[in-house]
């Protein structure tokens, strides 16, 4: 075993070993969950057998209203979010990338602290700022939006300025040297070359939007503003049958359809290249 | 005929850092102009000023009489071919060189004879419809040399264009370039740090050190007449002798150590400690013990063959290490390692020199 894991010649095989014991722990529940879904009995410990009745089933997840509202309600909501939260990152991600005057550094920071901030904390802070600064708002679906793009931007604004980093200020030089004015830099050059990054960002607003727990649950206003993610979180402490693994399913496979297609569009234009893409794209 | 530039006191620092230092320069219509100097020299900052990605700190930049100094770079009828060639990957090679024309009020059909025009000219007619990452780095070079010259400029911008090709391809694009240039009749500002380039291409050199103009001349005053110690070193290959100068009739006497030369070019009427210079073609290989004026006699310490010359190195009566060309003409005239030779530097080849920096000349 030893002298396996020492060979100097091959690949290094303890970092292999470590690889892919963490990739199993890390996978292992998520598969536990999926397989009960299937379960053809009530329990989410035994499995009686395979079944589609959690799916299809007179008791299953496609015939249960709460569910399908909560689906509606989390799509609904990232597709706002996804909306406001991508233009509004690149424009921002634009001006940051060409300001370099006073304030600019201070900005940048700025922008990455929603990224290191406790949800709980940001979650709270939201929460105060509906209720005793803009008590006019109220809580619910608004507020649910507003609050999910105030986090998901500076995803946008990371991906978005990566990508204007890795292309440089030439193609703009070269385009004013053309004739191009201001604006069609932006709209004949600059935009194009961003579309990969753009479509990126958006993938990952829309995945982060429907896994949101914290924030939303905070801004929530009543039952028919209850997301995916607030609806296993009860039924978890209701009385669990695998439909709520068959929910969890249905998540699972929406965000990653969206991080799947998000990724191969952006391999396909900027032929893979950008590894910070890549990497805010593992999130 | 359009296309004159006029560089008058032009300046720019990033900080406090001057990069291009107060320079004057006169680029008339229709004239193949290089700037060339080593990196940092200020050459490739006063080509970006001219195009407009640049503000100046001071000075004017006069195109056909009118100050462009401050207009924006879409604004001003000049334009470059960028040493990235910065071609846009999301458009294919039509779509690149149709791009400026958008901003000239043509119909479509014109649009699309001024681009297959374009094109032509480049011989890369059938490449219309490729991306610029399926192009090898020479049609990628054409494209962008089209892209600029569909737009007719009264001026074209070349930073470095050739830097990124092989030998081979540079070469063959150098006469290319300069063929086109002649037959467009377009002002050419060309950025290079390859003296060869520099000197096959153009019809004047500007020499540029720290940000000021050494030199500018055609080609055969910069290399040939060299004003300054930095110009006839980064012109090719040059020997320099440290000497004592007083007078000698109309030329200059040259005391170098024990021995005393003749000097008739370059700045003869100088006195004092200066530096002389003499091209190692230019010096005459005799046999050990051949007499007569401006005579040194060496050890060859190494010949290196170049396939058509010799490279000899000699060291001098003094310690002085003088390289001397011999062409490789058979007569076998290119002596050992070790042989003992006398070498003639003719006056007529033995220049003067005035100390760097020096007023430019020309």
């Known amino acids: 075993m030893i002298a396996w894991l020492r060979n100097p010649w091959g690949r290094p095989r303890g970092l292999v070993l470590v690889t892919g014991l963490y990739v199993a722990w890390s996978i292992l529940p998520v598969g536990i969950a999926i397989l009960f879904a299937f379960n053809s009995g009530r329990s989410r410990t035994t499995l009686q057998g395979i079944s589609l009745r959690w799916f299809t089933g007179p008791a299953g997840v496609f015939h249960d209203p709460a569910l399908q509202g909560a689906l509606k309600h989390t799509l609904f909501l990232a597709l706002i979010c996804v909306l406001v939260a991508t233009p509004l990152g690149v424009t921002l991600a634009l001006g940051l990338q060409r300001w370099r005057g006073r304030g600019s550094g201070t900005v940048n920071t700025l922008m990455l602290l929603p990224l290191v901030t406790p949800e709980i904390v940001m979650g709270v802070a939201l929460l105060i700022l509906f209720l005793k600064v803009f008590p006019g708002l109220g809580l619910g679906t608004t507020a649910q939006a507003i609050g999910q793009v105030t986090f998901t931007l500076s995803y946008v604004v990371v991906i978005v300025r990566g990508r204007l980093v890795s292309i440089g200020p030439e193609y703009e030089e070269a385009a004013a040297d053309l004739g191009a004015p201001p604006r069609d830099l932006i709209v004949r050059v600059l935009l194009p070359l961003l579309a990969p990054a753009i479509v990126a960002s958006a993938a990952v607003v829309f995945a982060l939007s429907i896994d949101d727990f914290v924030v939303t649950q905070y801004l929530s206003g009543g039952a028919s503003t209850t997301t995916i993610p607030m609806l296993l979180y009860a039924s978890a402490r209701g009385a669990p049958t695998p439909a709520l693994n068959a929910i969890a399913s249905v998540a699972l496979l929406i965000t990653l359809g969206t991080l799947a297609l998000a990724f191969l569009v952006y391999r396909r234009f900027a032929g893979g290249s950008d590894a910070a893409v890549a990497a805010a794209l593992e999130v | ?362």
């Not at chain 2, 001057?18 to 193949?32: S, Y």
């Open chain 2, 1 to 362: 005929m359009a296309g004159e530039v006029r560089l008058e006191e032009l300046t720019k620092r990033f900080g406090d850092v001057v990069a291009v230092d107060g320079i004057d320069l006169d680029m008339p219509p229709g004239e193949f102009f290089t700037m060339l100097g080593p990196s940092g020299c200020g050459k490739t900052t006063t080509l970006r000023m001219i195009a407009g990605f640049e503000r100046p700190t001071s000075g004017r930049i006069v195109l056909d009489g009118v100050d462009v100094a401050q207009v924006p770079p879409h604004k001003r009828n000049v334009n470059t071919v960028f040493q990235s060639y910065a071609l846009f990957p999301h458009l294919d090679v039509a779509g690149n060189v149709a791009f400026g024309l958008k901003y000239h009020g043509l119909t479509k059909d014109e649009r699309r004879r001024r681009v297959a025009e374009a094109l032509d000219l480049v011989q890369l007619g059938d490449l219309a419809q490729r991306k610029p990452a399926q192009l090898s780095g020479g049609q990628q070079q054409r494209v962008a040399l089209a892209r600029a010259l569909v737009l007719t400029p009264r001026v074209l911008l070349l930073d470095e264009p050739l830097g990124a090709l092989d030998a081979r391809l540079r070469k063959g694009l150098q006469v290319e370039l300069k063929a086109l240039q002649a037959e467009l009749g377009i002002t050419f500002v060309f950025v290079t740090h390859d003296q060869e380039e520099a000197l096959t291409m153009s019809d004047r050199v500007a020499v540029m050190n720290g940000g000021r103009v050494e030199q500018a001349g055609s080609p055969r005053e910069v290399y040939e007449e060299p004003s300054t110690m930095f110009v006839a070193d980064f012109l090719g290959v040059s020997n320099l002798l440290s000497g004592e100068a007083s007078a000698d009739g109309s030329n200059c006497a040259l005391r170098v150590g024990e021995r005393s030369f003749r000097a008739a070019q370059g700045a003869v009427d100088s006195r004092g400690a200066v530096k002389a210079m003499i091209r190692p073609e230019r010096i005459v290989v005799e046999e050990h013990g051949a007499a007569g004026d401006n005579r040194l006699p060496g050890l060859v310490e190494r010949a290196v063959f170049l396939g058509n010359a010799f490279e000899l190195h000699v060291r001098v009566v003094g310690g002085d290490l003088l390289r001397v060309t011999v062409p490789n003409d058979g007569s076998a005239s290119a002596a050992g390692e070790g042989a003992a030779v006398m070498l003639h530097l003719p006056a007529e080849a033995l220049r003067v020199l005035a100390p760097s920096p020096a007023p430019a000349a020309g």
